[in-house]
């Protein structure tokens, strides 16, 4: 909830040739001289590289007094310049006095090629002797003269770290004068120096300090730092690296396709409460990125730093990293697939949580349900239209002056009696939680700020008084989540409030944080925390627009430092009281995020508008947190901001079934879709691939989210060692493909409806519409259109298929050789989980399929680490099925499997066998091969096998 406002595949050549000095010559000086004992333990090249003699530059020892530069200094490429004024317009003059290159282009305007570039080998950092650590290895950099930078800081200490085979750990840091560094973010573990034969090496460039690294097994530069020199200021913070692709996906959050945009491009992370649009900082700040390298192969780079940050992308392909803070703190994944380039991320930042079993199903809220008797009223008419509803949310409407921790007593004077209502019937009970404290109310009538007022709880400002903004209840104190105290008051709020009010979820909005005037009702500082010398391109140009003054001080730091972290830490801080509460998984959803904030939360993307195109992006930004570690999101179904239309609504409830958190939630000025006229076209319960099965079923999308979880939220799968990360990115000739798409697990792919071909136009509804499927990777690639059709078969090399459309039906693809368990719908899935079980089994052109089936009680805390759990492996081959219970604890008990339908039986089966006894109950179509087996009855806890003649 907000105030809406608008306000190629190829690897990245060195800018000159290069020697690595494995000779003896005697006119050429190494920086240092690598220990070989410690080379050898580790299996890591460490090798000092240099540019040719013949190619050394005379550049003075000031750069800023040097004037002029010969010809073929300056020869760099177009679009491998690396930007020389980045922190603000240089003239000629500026620009030779920094040293750097002044080449004007013709037609080159702002965003395009900088004219003022650094020339090769400028002059930077030279590195000492890598000595050997405890962790791997260290040395010193020292700067002969100062950068063209305030406060620069003249030496550095590197460390590097070769943590695992595949993570590889350096970082930058002042040796003399303790720098903030992000604290809590990375989990516990960690590798050690003595790794052997691991998937990377890396070269250094002493003079000016660079380092590469490379793929040992192909020998494919991955970063090469060596093409621009590295800075380092007390705030300003620079480093550039050449790619090796030009697909790269990440640096989130932003309105973006799935890969980003490298033609003189920047984004910047800053959280700041802002309705998705373009070329805008959002709501969270994800430094990470994944690169695929165009065989199949990927790594990723992960920065740790939470300070205000933007990265500059080029067409080299090439980028520059510059913060305002902090330190260089790097994580690089060699992969080598994308799925485990994200494993080993989430490895560092910490796996997702496991959410309960009926946050997987549907959402429904409104900001404008007014009273107790609109959210009942809109609860019996979902009932009364038989549309499966799990949770009801309330905005802030229900609380007393907008204040959190209370609710309005006339308008929500029985809020606790309707929330046992909605328990009664199976459902659960969310509502909205600001962070923001109301600071105006008489002493003494609101508890929450008069005793976080004595317990010190409160953002200070810079002379060390309560900082006081704006939000929704007027002037406001926001609590420091950095401060242990501020925890331990958090979970007394919200212990006070859950015994009148039993919700089952909390959801924190605002928490970028938000603030309706800029820093404070008193203005901030002029200071060079609220000014720096360089700010990135954040929305309203300043770092305390639309949020606290940077120079607040909180537990740790400043809110310079800390700002990104604040809605992680206030989800941590609620996570845990809800922990402590309820004893059962907490359930979360936050606005803000930064990395390690699925280890706590669920995220949804904000303040969508009701329009075709942010349904079409609503795509890249699911799958993209995935990337970032929180596997559970969703966009608001059928938009937050605007009017929605009824066929727009339903394409995009559609789309939403297959979002891993799925809600419909909507502004106050808007026309609320009611759910008789605008679900009136969604499919019935006739259509077992329809949105029906996502709101009560524990089969279709939601048994399915449920096990992709578990696999995500673990390191080993059950009863397996290799561990598969679903939901991440697609394979690499793909890419583009992929925001047309969204997929769940390597089995189901629904196909939404965004456009006629690859235009971006929306499809009208009717009976002739048609949606384009984009198909393989160039090997044939079978799957089974189940929707609509019962299982009919193709076949794609990578072609555009057309399909009908409808807009009464959801087009569901299911891959060969997959095994999807599903339950028979119900209004909840309290209701469903009780339900009979099907499964659909698509044999590959091998005939053959598999799937698996991950149950526990949905709710209770870490069942997979306790062994709580059952797990039921399942098999095919061509004629017939088997489900077999690989480990059981009584959760399956008195659940059956009552229907098995099977995908790819080419010939009509003469007979039917279920454990050795004949079925009569069994049809076949012999237009689309696909073989039903009904009324089994057959527990789930045994082993089943289905044959056929």
């Known amino acids: 909830m907000a105030r809406i406002c608008c306000g190629p595949l190829h690897t990245f050549a060195l800018l000159t040739s290069v020697l690595i000095l494995a000779h003896k010559d005697k006119n050429v000086s190494f920086a240092f001289s690598p220990s070989a004992e410690w080379q050898h333990s580790s299996n890591i090249s460490y090798r000092s590289i240099q540019f040719r003699k013949n190619l050394s530059i005379n550049v003075s020892a000031d750069p800023r007094t040097h004037t002029s530069l010969v010809s073929d200094q300056c020869g760099i490429a177009v679009e491998s310049r690396i930007d020389c004024g980045r922190d603000r317009s240089l003239s000629r003059a500026d620009c030779e006095g920094r040293g750097c290159c002044y080449v004007p282009l013709p037609q080159s305007g702002l965003g395009g090629p900088p004219w003022c570039f650094y020339p090769v080998r400028y002059p930077g950092y030279k590195m000492g002797p890598l000595l050997p650590t405890e962790k791997g290895k260290r040395a010193t950099l020292a700067r002969s003269e100062p950068s063209y930078l305030p406060r620069d800081i003249p030496t550095l200490q590197l460390d590097v ?85 030009s697909v790269i996906s990440g640096l989130g959050e932003h309105y973006t396709p799935i890969t980003l945009d490298l033609n003189w491009s920047s984004v910047s992370l800053w959280n700041r409460d802002m309705a998705p649009h373009r070329s805008a900082n959002l709501y969270g700040s994800h430094p990470f990125f994944l690169v695929q390298e165009g065989d199949g192969q990927a790594h ?110 006339q308008r929500f004077g029985d809020l606790p009696q309707m929330v046992e209502e909605f328990h009664q019937l199976g459902m659960k009970y969310v509502l909205i939680l600001d962070p923001g404290i109301s600071s105006a109310s008489p002493p003494g009538s609101y508890k929450p700020f008069d005793d976080g007022l004595k317990r010190g709880v409160f953002i200070k400002n810079s002379t060390g008084q309560i900082l006081i903004g704006k939000v929704w209840p007027g002037p406001t104190a926001f609590p420091d989540f950095t401060n242990p105290t501020t925890q331990d008051w958090w979970m007394d709020c919200i212990r006070v409030f859950h015994s009148k009010v039993p919700v089952d979820g909390l959801w924190i909005d605002m928490n970028e944080p938000s603030n309706f005037v800029q820093g404070s009702v008193d203005g901030c500082p002029d200071s060079d925390l609220e000014k720096p010398p360089y700010t990135p391109g954040v929305i309203g140009g300043q770092l305390n627009s639309g949020t606290l003054c940077v120079s607040a001080q909180q537990y740790l730091s400043n809110h310079y430092n800390l700002h990104n972290l604040y809605g992680l830490t206030e989800a941590i801080a609620t996570h845990r009281a809800l922990l402590k509460v309820k004893s059962t998984r907490p359930f979360v959803l936050s606005r803000s995020s930064f990395p390690g904030l699925g280890r706590f939360s669920a995220h949804w993307t904000g303040d969508v508008r009701s329009d075709w195109e942010q349904l079409r992006f609503s795509i890249p930004g699911v799958l993209l947190f995935g990337l970032y570690g929180i596997p559970l999101v969703g966009a608001d179904v059928c938009g937050f901001g605007g009017d929605t239309t009824e066929e727009l609504c339903v394409r995009w409830t559609q ?139 193709y076949c794609s090399k990578g072609q555009y298929i057309l399909f009908p459309a409808p807009l009464d039906t959801i087009n569901i693809h299911v891959r060969e050789g997959s095994i999807i368990p599903q339950q028979l719908p119900a209004l909840t899935t309290t209701a469903s989980r009780r339900n009979p079980f099907t499964l659909i089994v698509a044999l590959s052109v091998g005939n053959w399929a598999k799937g698996e089936l991950f149950w526990d009680d949905g709710e209770s805390l870490d069942t997979f680490e306790h062994g709580h759990y059952s797990y039921v492996l399942f098999f095919a081959q061509e004629s017939y099925v088997v489900s077999k219970p690989v480990k059981l604890n009584g959760s399956l008990d008195g659940l059956v499997l009552g229907e098995v339908r099977v995908f790819g039986v080419q010939a009509s089966p003469t007979a039917v066998w279920a454990n050795g006894q004949k079925v009569h109950d069994f049809s076949y179509s012999p237009d689309t091969k696909v073989l039903t087996v009904s009324g089994l009855d057959s527990p789930m806890t045994a082993m089943i096998t289905v044959q056929w003649s």
Not at 165 to 188: C, I, M, N, W
Not at 768 to 781: H, R, S
Request: glycine content about 10%.
């Open 655 to 793: 789309l939403g079934a297959f979002y891993p958190f799925m809600r419909n939630h909507n502004d106050r000025p808007n026309a609320s879709p009611p759910p008789r006229s605008s679900f009136q076209m969604l499919p019935t319960q006739n259509h077992p691939g329809g949105w029906w099965s996502r709101g009560g079923t524990g089969g279709g999308t939601v048994g399915q989210l449920h096990v992709e979880m578990e696999r995500l939220g673990t390191e080993v799968k059950p009863a397996e060692q290799d561990t598969k990360v679903e939901q991440t990115e697609p394979e690499p000739t793909r890419a583009e493909q992929t925001e047309q798409k969204t997929s769940m697990a390597d089995q189901t792919e629904q196909e939404p409806i965004l456009s006629l071909t690859q235009g971006h136009e929306p499809l009208l509804g009717g009976t002739e519409d048609l949606e384009p499927f984009q198909g393989g990777t160039g090997d044939q690639d079978s799957a089974f259109r189940e929707a609509g059709t019962g299982g009919e078969a």
């Open 300 to 409: 990723g780079v992960f920065l740790l730093n939470s300070n205000a940050m933007e990265v500059f992308l080029q067409p080299a392909p090439a980028l520059t990293w510059v913060t305002v803070g902090g330190i260089l703190d790097f994580y690089i994944f060699l992969g080598p697939s994308p799925q485990s380039v994200v494993q080993q991320y989430h490895e560092v930042i910490g796996y997702p949580m496991m959410p309960s079993y009926w946050s997987l199903g549907f959402h429904l809220c409104r900001w404008g349900y007014t009273s107790t008797n609109i959210t009942r009223t809109v609860v019996q008419l979902m009932r009364q239209a038989k549309i499966p509803l799990d949770v009801q949310w309330n905005d802030l409407d229900y609380a007393d002056q907008r204040r959190v921790f209370t609710f309005d007593p």
């Open 161 to 245: 770290m070769p943590e695992t085979l595949g993570r590889l750990h350096l970082s930058l840091k002042d040796p003399a004068s303790p720098r903030y560094e992000v604290p809590f973010v990375t989990s516990q573990l960690r590798g050690h120096k003595d790794i052997q034969n691991p998937l990377y090496d890396v070269d250094f460039q002493p003079d000016p300090f660079g380092f590469i690294v490379r793929r040992k097994s192909n020998g494919r530069v991955l970063l090469n730092t060596t093409i621009g020199p590295l800075l380092f200021a007390d705030q300003y913070l620079q480093l550039s690296t050449s790619m090796a692709s």
